[in-house]
Nanobody, 124 residues
Framework: QEQLVDSGGGLVQAGGSLRLSCAVSGLTFSTYAMGWFRQAPGKEREFVAAISRGGASTAYADSVKGRFTISRDNAENTVYLQMNSLKPEDTAVYYC?????????????????WGQGTQVTVSS
C-alpha cells in the first residue's frame, strides 16, 4: 500500500528554520517526482517546490525561492524541504505528494499520492 508520511512541522519564530521530511513506502520512490504543497486556513492548496526523480531538476514558487530548498534521498525513500528565513505568511499545513513525471508540477491535480500533512506555524 502506498504511503507518504509527512513530519517535521512545528512552531517557530519568524526568521527561524525547519526541515520537513516525507517518508515514502509502497512505491518505487526513484521513479516518482516529488512535490511539496501548503494550505493555509481559508485558502486553496498551493505549490511550494518540486524535485525530479533523480534530483537533478527542481522548481519553486516565487514566494519561497531563495529561502526553501527541496532535496531527496532515493536510498532512504525520503524527500525533504529545508525552510529558512521563515515568515508568518509561511504558516500552513504542508503536504508532500508524488507523481510519475516532472511535468505540470505546480498543479495539485497532477499528483497521484499525498501525505497527511504537517503543521508549520511561524510566529511574529
Amino acid at each position: 500500500q502506498e504511503q507518504l508520511v509527512d513530519s517535521g512541522g512545528g512552531l517557530v519564530q519568524a526568521g527561524g528554520s525547519l526541515r520537513l521530511s516525507c517518508a515514502v513506502s509502497g512505491l518505487t520512490f526513484s521513479t516518482y517526482a516529488m512535490g511539496w504543497f501548503r494550505q493555509a486556513p481559508g485558502k486553496e492548496r498551493e505549490f511550494v517546490a518540486a524535485i525530479s526523480r533523480g534530483g537533478a531538476s527542481t522548481a519553486y514558487a516565487d514566494s519561497v525561492k531563495g529561502r526553501f530548498t527541496i532535496s531527496r534521498d532515493n536510498a532512504e525513500n525520503t524527500v525533504y524541504l529545508q525552510m529558512n528565513s521563515l515568515k508568518p505568511e509561511d504558516t500552513a499545513v504542508y503536504y508532500c505528494a508524488a507523481k510519475r513525471s516532472f511535468t505540470r508540477v505546480v498543479y495539485t491535480t497532477a499528483y497521484d499520492y499525498w501525505g497527511q500533512g504537517t503543521q508549520v506555524t511561524v510566529s511574529s
